[in-house]
């Protein structure tokens, strides 16, 4: 079982920066993919950036520019830096963590999730 624990949310006001932190109780090299979610007031949740061991990254049209994932795996922490929030960046962020273990289960584990708000 990967714990995983989310920290950074907090209230910005719209053009301001935020830095969600990650941190995962298991080596991030070992994990296949790791994402950030988000789910907006009355909006089901979506993929806001991914980022496999491999290094590749991908991220949702609306955030591109704007927010990079990074990777520290000296620490087993993942990041999401945010800068330029916009009002409909506003919501829950969940980390993520999924994969295929060598035994060949698959797993797919969630944070518990740190609010952004982004309002004037």
């Known amino acids: 079982q990967v714990q995983l624990v989310e920290s950074g949310g907090g209230l910005v006001q719209p053009g301001g920066s935020l830095r969600l932190s990650c941190a995962a109780s298991e080596s991030i090299l070992s994990i296949n993919v790791m994402g950030w979610y988000r789910r907006a007031p009355g909006k089901q949740r979506e993929l806001v950036a991914g980022s496999t061991s491999g290094g590749s990254t991908n991220y949702a049209d609306s955030v591109k520019g704007r927010f990079t994932i990074s990777r520290d795996n000296a620490n087993d922490t993942v990041y999401l830096q945010m800068n330029s929030l916009k009002p409909e960046d506003t919501g829950v962020y969940y980390c993520?963590?999924?994969?295929?273990?060598?035994?060949?289960?698959?797993?797919?584990?969630w944070g518990q999730g740190t609010q952004v708000t982004v309002s004037s």
């Open positions: 993520n963590a999924r994969g295929i273990s060598w035994t060949g289960r698959p797993y797919n584990y």
